[in-house]
Nanobody, 123 residues
Framework: QVQLVESGGGLVQAGGSLSISCAAS????????MGWFRQAPGKEREFVAA????????FYADSMKGRFTVSRDIAKNTVYLQMNSLKPEDTAVYYC????????????????WGQGTQVTVSS
């Protein structure tokens, strides 16, 4: 399995920006895609964005398009999520995850998960 460690969460005002990152262990040759998910209290984990490791193809949930940008640095084995125009409803724990075989918006397709990083957007 790939070990994943998120960082960069915090408190930001509505309309502000925040970037979070996810550092993966060196075994990324076995990873097809990296995904970002989030989970707010009392809600199910939802898909945010994903990027394929080799080609860099990007996918977003509709509500994040135009506000969030996912990217990766192959040399650093790191995936980033740049979040702009943040809203209070973006408040959640954000998780990165690695999928070995295919990209999906379903959490079930992902094999490895980070511990999560809290993002809080104040109104």
């Amino acid at each position: 399995q790939v070990q994943l460690v998120e960082s960069g969460g915090g408190l930001v005002q509505a309309g502000g920006s925040l970037s979070i990152s996810c550092a993966a262990s060196a075994r990324t040759f076995s990873t097809y895609a990296m995904g970002w998910f989030r989970q707010a209290p009392g809600k199910e984990r939802e898909f945010v964005a994903a990027i394929t490791w080799s080609s860099g193809s990007r996918f977003y949930a509709d509500s994040m398009k135009g506000r969030f940008t996912v990217s990766r640095d192959i040399a650093k084995n790191t995936v980033y999520l740049q979040m702009n125009s943040l809203k209070p409803e973006d408040t959640a724990v954000y998780y990165c995850a690695a999928a070995r075989t295919y990209y999906s918006i379903s959490p079930n397709a992902y094999d490895s998960w980070g511990q999560g990083t809290q993002v809080t957007v104040s109104s």
